[in-house]
């Protein structure tokens, strides 16, 4: 069983949704514990309405303890193996329990699963999504240092019950105190989908205490985890301490009466500010316009234009690989000998979870088999960092097997319809359109009438980070042979300075980010304009994935 557990104090207004959020789930064998600090408002009123239901259990404290009692007492009262709080003035979505318990259940040593929500106005509108808890392999959620968790979060009973317990006696910091000590007797797994509905009010059971109390407490309650963890507990109060001052800033910066007396005292920022605003709106109306312009209307590529550039070049392919089927696989590349990060490779299990075709991971160990005798990796492969190596792979591959190729990050939908609606046409690939015409690679492109071109004609373009190529075509020979001549030309510096990171940023390491893939890939996108196609549905996520 579950048990959803609502610590309330003068939420009235919104219990009732809370409730039925409950009632409503997909997942059945639930129960949920109300426990009221002392409420003045229509709360008892509410109660009433589900004074028949034996699956809803409500108690009083005799007299208002805090959040941090009340929060102590849910846990006591609850009866199920699972249990997660829902704040009163919030909601769950339809899934959320069965998600959890069957998260739970594929996860045995797991004493936390939580998830992404959604934060909403008052009338619970989605305003905004909330970003993912990444804590990287070695740290913690103590040491990481990020301390905003998601809701909905999730334990079970039988890990809590290994630990000391809430201190029912602190008046606040509860929140954090349950995360550090569920942290100390299992693992914590984070799903990416979003369960929760997070109001933006001004009530809450901690009565709208002061920020600074909270945080005193929060420091408390971090302190005594650091003590036992046996770590320093000074460094990590600290942390937590300067993360809190910072975010009172922004907050206090971000505030009408703030922005109201800015302008009073500093009237010409204030004119700079609203004018950058005005600027902002003008530049997004003519990115709409271009893509008015640039879809829907022709565009005529002229290549004497950019004679002095590698678009000049003329392939020796013919069309007929046009009328051959692009095998349906995406191959995705690892070219280092160092472990994927977590993220990495929650990433990589949902491309071949979603993508419904077969996915192929090209590391070093398995490079070999991909390289064609005749057709050997260019001699300066081995300086390149690992960007550019797979920078370079890309092409090689989309020129010699053609298919699919993904970075590795998480993925939305199926590629099999993108995989047939090329072969069904005479393109040479297919990608997503790209974002924007600050997400191009113009500023890296030498020539300034091709950067300007690639810049404004930006809608006619294709990401960079996912794309079907059909192999063998005037756009992959290009492509590929544009990449091999400029390592010609950079093979000696890159002698004297290989790569020694991943990203190839020191050591005087001499290839510019962009220079193997965005300044050859866009601008042939502008040349094969008319044989490129567009599809939303295969564009990756681009976050959380480091």
């Not at 409950?22 to 109660?47: A, F, L």
């Not at 980070?465 to 042979?481: D, L």
């Not at 008319?530 to 295969?538: F, G, P, Q, T």
Request: overall charge neutral; charged content about 25%; proline content about 4%.
């Amino acid at each position: 069983m579950f048990s959803v557990l609502i610590a309330n104090y003068n939420n009235g207004q919104y219990l009732q949704a809370a409730i039925e959020s409950v009632i409503s789930q997909s997942y059945e064998d639930w129960e949920i514990v109300i426990v009221d600090d002392g409420s003045t408002d229509n709360s008892v009123d509410i109660y009433s309405k589900y004074a028949n239901n034996n699956r809803i259990h409500i108690f009083f404290n005799t007299q208002n303890k805090g959040c941090t009692y009340t929060k102590w007492r849910c846990i006591e009262e609850c009866n199920g193996e699972l249990f997660g709080f829902l704040d009163a003035d919030d909601t769950l979505l339809h899934d959320a329990l069965e998600t959890m318990v069957k998260a739970h259940t594929e996860n045995p040593n797991a004493s936390i699963v939580s998830s992404r929500h959604y934060h909403c106005d008052e009338k619970m509108n989605i305003r905004y999504e909330s970003r993912l808890l990444n804590i990287p392999n070695g740290q913690s959620y103590l040491t990481h240092g990020d301390f905003q968790p998601e809701a909905f979060v999730t334990f079970k009973t039988s890990f809590y019950k290994k630990t000391q317990g809430l201190n029912k006696n602190n008046p606040y910091g509860d929140d954090q105190e349950l995360l550090l000590l569920m942290e100390e007797v299992g693992d914590w797994v984070v799903l990416d989908k979003f369960l929760y509905k997070y109001r933006i009010s001004d009530n809450s059971v901690s009565h709208g205490a002061d920020n600074y109390i909270c945080l005193y407490w929060n420091i408390v309650v971090y302190h005594q985890a650091c003590i036992r963890r046996g770590l320093e507990p000074n460094k990590y109060s600290y942390k937590l301490f300067k993360e809190t001052i910072v975010n009172s800033r922004e907050r206090v910066i971000a505030s009408k009466p703030y922005r109201i007396g800015n302008a009073i005292l500093h009237p010409w920022q204030f004119i700079k500010w609203h004018t950058r605003g005005l600027k902002n709106s003008w530049h997004f109306f003519v990115e709409q316009i271009r893509i008015i312009r640039f879809r829907h209307f022709p565009y005529r590529f002229n290549q004497s234009r950019f004679a002095d550039t590698f678009l000049s070049f003329d392939s020796k392919s013919d069309d007929a690989s046009c009328y051959k089927p692009v095998e349906k696989i995406i191959y995705c590349f690892w070219t280092g000998n160092n472990e994927m990060s977590e993220n990495r490779k929650r990433c990589l299990k949902s491309i071949n979870k979603k993508s419904g075709v077969p996915v192929k991971l090209i590391t070093q160990d398995n490079l070999s088999d991909y390289i064609l005798p005749d057709h050997p990796l260019h001699p300066a492969y081995q300086y390149l960092s690992l960007i550019h190596k797979s920078d370079y792979l890309r092409g090689y591959f989309m020129h010699f097997y053609g298919g699919g190729f993904c970075d590795i990050k998480t993925i939305e939908h199926s590629w099999s319809d993108s995989f047939d609606k090329l072969n069904k046409s005479n393109a040479y690939l297919v990608g997503y359109p790209e974002l924007n015409g600050e997400c191009s690679a113009y500023k890296d492109i030498e020539n300034k009438t091709l950067s300007k071109q690639v810049k404004k004609a930006w809608p006619l373009l294709v990401g960079n980070g996912a794309f079907i190529c059909r192999p063998q075509t005037k756009f992959t020979e290009e492509w590929f042979s544009e990449q091999n001549k400029r390592l010609d030309v950079y093979i000696d510096k890159l002698k004297e300075h290989p790569a020694t990171d991943p990203f190839g940023q020191e050591n005087g390491y001499p290839i510019p980010w962009l220079y193997m893939q965005g300044t050859i890939f866009h601008p042939l996108c502008l040349k094969y304009h008319n044989k490129i196609l567009h599809d939303s549905s295969i564009m990756p996520l681009f976050t959380n994935y480091r």
